[in-house]
């Protein structure tokens, strides 16, 4: 599900700042190492980005993803889920992402998603926004969790609701802080209409500032280059996403 090997994010337009870029390994809170790989760009100038890549984890779609955000001038780094299971180097093709997905546990992701968000804070990047794809849409919206320290959180075909009898974002609302910035597609046959618009009815009564969009006939994973039909909405979804980015004020 999601984004095949050969896959390209679509490009929001002319880079803004020049870019470096480096895969990394970093040390969870378990002291389990995990690759990462990191975009700086030339010039920050604004929230640096902590991106959670879907369920196959980092792949080649993701690095070029953070190349284009560190492109518009904010840092971002995107954490591997499978360290513990498949370690840290490379992955071959045909990587049996499902069978290491089925030994993930939820603590251990989220320990390494407060990992990558300290890495990115040890940088000097304080104002940090987490943007997760489907598997990593859904972890994006329970790191709104005010221990995470997100100054937004951004999901994109991020499922809300309960999964195999564990909570998700709807059920668990009241815990969440905002802003946060979901994006679904009208075509998603597995996000019902029903489903985006009991997690926002949750989000309201808890008082959660958030804002959906979900884009009409767009599948799920349109965000890809390539797809001349979906051109309008990756435009948007770029532009909601760079706007959120930079419309995060700047710590003292």
Not at 66 to 89: C, K, M, N, S, W
Not at 200 to 218: I, K, N, Q, R, S
Not at 224 to 249: H, K, M, N, Q
């Amino acid at each position: 599900m999601c984004y095949d090997a050969d896959a390209v994010p679509p490009v929001h337009g002319a880079p803004r700042t020049t870019t470096s870029s480096e895969r990394l390994v970093l040390i969870s809170g378990d002291g389990a190492e995990f690759a990462a790989f990191l975009s700086r760009p030339g010039t920050p100038t604004g929230a640096a980005v902590l991106v959670l890549p879907d369920n196959r984890g980092l792949s080649g779609f993701y690095e070029q993803l953070a190349v284009r955000l560190a492109e518009q001038g904010h840092p971002a780094l995107v954490i591997d889920y499978f360290g513990r299971t498949a370690g840290t180097g490379p992955r071959p093709a045909g990587f049996p992402h499902m069978e290491h997905l089925g030994r993930a546990h939820k603590d251990t992701l989220f320990a390494d998603i407060a990992a990558g968000a300290r890495y990115l804070r040890a940088e000097g990047h304080q104002d940090v926004v987490t943007l997760g794809f489907c598997f990593g849409g859904r972890l994006a919206f329970l790191a709104a969790r005010p221990e995470f320290g997100f100054r937004g959180v951004i999901g994109l075909y991020g499922y809300p609701d309960t999964i195999f009898g564990n909570p998700g974002p709807t059920q668990l609302a009241g815990e969440l802080r905002g802003p946060i910035l979901g994006l679904f597609g009208g075509a998603d046959e597995g996000i019902s209409p029903e489903v985006v618009k009991a997690f926002g009815e949750a989000l309201d009564g808890a008082g959660v500032e958030h804002e959906f969009v979900t884009y009409p006939g767009a599948p799920h994973s349109f965000f890809e280059l390539g797809r001349p039909e979906l051109a309008e909405a990756c435009a948007d979804a770029w532009s909601r996403i760079l706007g959120l980015l930079e419309g995060v004020p700047a710590r003292p």
